[in-house]
């Protein structure tokens, strides 16, 4: 079975965009129990793209941590994830 869905919208974010991933709020029972990560993670979106079989967009994002976005990213080694664009949220200085 093929899903086919049509993008409705431009994707929220772009190449270079400055992102929050948001984990589980650190007082949450839940995570407590099943050690879900709590707290933020920063990243750059890397990519973007529509993926038809979930009907919105996809990201790569190059994270740099929970402590924020380095003073120097030359000098710091990313790592790249993906999600879909839905679950990140801008970042505002």
């Known amino acids: 079975m093929t899903y086919k869905f049509k993008p409705t919208k431009p994707p929220k974010f772009n190449p270079g965009d400055k992102v929050i991933l948001q984990h589980a709020d650190k007082d949450d029972p839940e995570a ?3 050690g879900i ?3 933020r993670e920063y990243g750059v979106i890397v990519a973007t793209w529509w993926n038809d079989f ?3 967009y996809d990201c790569w994002i190059a994270f740099y941590g929970r402590r924020g976005f380095p ?3 030359s000098k710091t080694k990313p790592y ?3 999600y879909f664009e839905d679950s990140l949220t801008a970042w505002k200085k």
């Open 80 to 82: 790249v994830l993906k």
């Open 32 to 34: 407590k129990e099943f």
């Open 37 to 39: 990560m709590t707290g």
């Open 54 to 56: 979930i009907g919105t």
């Open 71 to 73: 003073k120097d990213p």
